[in-house]
T-cell receptor
Framework: KQEVTQIPAALSVPEGENLVLNCSFTDSAIYNLQWFRQDPGKGLTSLLLIQSSQREQTSGRLNASLDKSSGRSTLYIAASQPGDSATYLCAVRLNYGQNFVFGPGTRLSVLP | EPEVTQTPSHQVTQMGQEVILRCVPISNHLYFYWYRQILGQKVEFLVSFYNNEISEKSEIFDDQFSVERPDGSNFTLKIRSTKLEDSAMYFC???????????????FGPGTRLTVT
């Protein structure tokens, strides 16, 4: 059964710092991996999708990498801003299924 | 930009009552999903739907739950007899055919907060 973990559970940084969020998964037979942002009490906003054949994806200040063989993905946020404060969720989709398995999230606070 | 919409945003119901949560997926998407998130917990998969039938479901999706695509635009989740533990945020999602470079990217709606009293 696929398990997804995220480290750290919570992170507080001053504005302007670069930071890395980590996601690990136990079954490397994934189809793709998606990073989401969730604001308190709100829905999920898709940030980046990485297919299993890709190593990384970039969007603006965000860069996500994927190392399928080691079961890891990282989300790099450059020059963090207070508006980046949210919970960041990692989700993996297995080759043989359609649903995502979500991690517990990393709660990020960027202090002005 | 196309988006997934859900109604209502908040539903309060009494234990034992039936509820129907509604979703309008993105119009050219073919795969539809329901997830739920109990307060403070992980997002959990409930069911996926393709070609007018359930393609996958989790152990959470028992006989109390059903899904339907009653017309060309709506996708509904029905809970027949709600329990206290059904209180959660329910998210609908949709994805495309998987042929594009961003195939199967799931787009989520804003959620319906279900409170069972």
């Amino acid at each position: 059964k696929q398990e997804v973990t995220q480290i750290p559970a919570a992170l507080s940084v001053p504005e302007g710092e670069n930071l890395v969020l980590n996601c690990s998964f136990t079954d490397s037979a994934i189809y793709n991996l998606q990073w989401f942002r969730q604001d308190p009490g709100k829905g999920l906003t898709s940030l980046l999708l990485i297919q299993s054949s890709q190593r990384e994806q970039t969007s603006g200040r965000l860069n996500a990498s994927l190392d399928k063989s080691s079961g890891r993905s990282t989300l790099y946020i450059a020059a963090s801003q207070p508006g980046d404060s949210a919970t960041y969720l990692c989700a993996v989709r297995l080759n043989y299924g359609q649903n995502f398995v979500f991690g517990p999230g990393t709660r990020l606070s960027v202090l002005p | 930009e196309p988006e997934v919409t859900q109604t209502p945003s908040h539903q309060v119901t009494q234990m034992g009552q039936e509820v129907i949560l509604r979703c309008v997926p993105i119009s050219n998407h073919l795969y539809f999903y329901w997830y739920r998130q109990i307060l403070g917990q992980k997002v959990e998969f409930l069911v996926s739907f393709y070609n007018n039938e359930i393609s996958e479901k989790s152990e959470i999706f028992d006989d109390q739950f059903s899904v339907e695509r009653p017309d060309g635009s709506n996708f509904t989740l029905k809970i027949r007899s709600t329990k206290l533990e059904d209180s959660a945020m329910y998210f609908c999602a949709s994805s495309d055919s998987g042929e594009a470079y961003n195939g199967y990217e799931q787009y989520f709606g804003p959620g319906t907060r279900l409170t069972v009293t």
